[in-house]
């Protein structure tokens, strides 16, 4: 095997665009199109744990509160 061969590494890319494809498919559906937590429009932030879109000021207040609280 030649050197290069063995210094290549695998390309993510194939993987990580069905993954984004996905995840944009799932933020157009009309229940996705609001925070989850206050009802303003365009969430930017998704929660994988509890599969819900937030607003950047709702992911902002989440993540100063402790797991156990924010859930």
Same mark, same amino acid.
């Not at 799932?26 to 559906?29: M, Q, R, T, Y």
């Not at 930017?44 to 819900?52: F, R």
């Given at each position: 095997m030649s050197e290069a061969m063995m210094n290549r590494r695998p390309s993510l890319k194939p993987n990580v665009s069905g993954k984004m494809k996905k995840l944009k498919d !799932? %933020?157009?559906?009309s229940d996705?199109? =609001?925070? @989850?937590?206050c009802g303003a429009p365009d969430p930017?932030? @998704? %929660? =994988?744990?509890?599969? =819900?879109f937030i607003c950047l000021r709702c992911s902002a207040a989440h993540r100063? !509160? %402790?797991s156990n609280i924010s859930k």
């Open positions: !799932l %933020s157009f559906k996705n199109r =609001v925070c @989850a937590d930017k932030w @998704a %929660s =994988v744990t509890i599969g =819900v100063n !509160l %402790s």
